[in-house]
């Protein structure tokens, strides 16, 4: 759920907890919640706001090296524009990409599992680490419309 980049990458953690809970109520699925070094808060943050078991991996500080085979057994992986993103396109695992800031044309390549969601807000991609406005490229990503992609390739 962060990013190295910076936060304004970042869709907000109370989206990812609602797509937690539309995953695990009509797909009866396990939810990983996949944390880098540093994003321990954010980690708090979505569990803090649901009652749907999550598995945290913030405690167990995965690195790279052991991120790759934890992705490589993701039936579909959900994120920002990050890392792991590519590493799920790598291993043909199913992803939908949240992207606020950052141009989709820059990494449009070899995206047969992967969906990328934007909001058309008139101020992206702008590539900014700080939102200069009200952050409108990722709040208008919905829960609702992550679930539906994200369904959508599960059911490939």
Known sequence: PGASFSSSICCPPAHFTATAEFFTRQHNVK?????????????QAILDKTSTPIINTASDRIDLELLKPLIKRCN????????????????????????????PRYTASNLENTRVIR??????????????????????????????????????
């Open 119 to 156: 909001a058309q807000a008139d101020c992206s991609p702008c590539h900014k680490k700080t939102c200069p406005t009200d952050h409108r490229c990722m709040k208008e990503i919905t829960p609702q419309m992550v679930f539906d992609t994200g369904t959508e390739l599960l059911n490939r």
């Open 76 to 103: 579909l992986l959900i994120t920002n524009d990050t890392g792991p993103r590519h590493y799920a396109v790598a291993l043909d695992v199913p992803v939908v990409v949240i992207m606020g800031p950052t141009d």
């Open 31 to 43: 939810i990983l919640l996949l944390t880098g070094r540093g994003e321990e808060s954010i980690a």
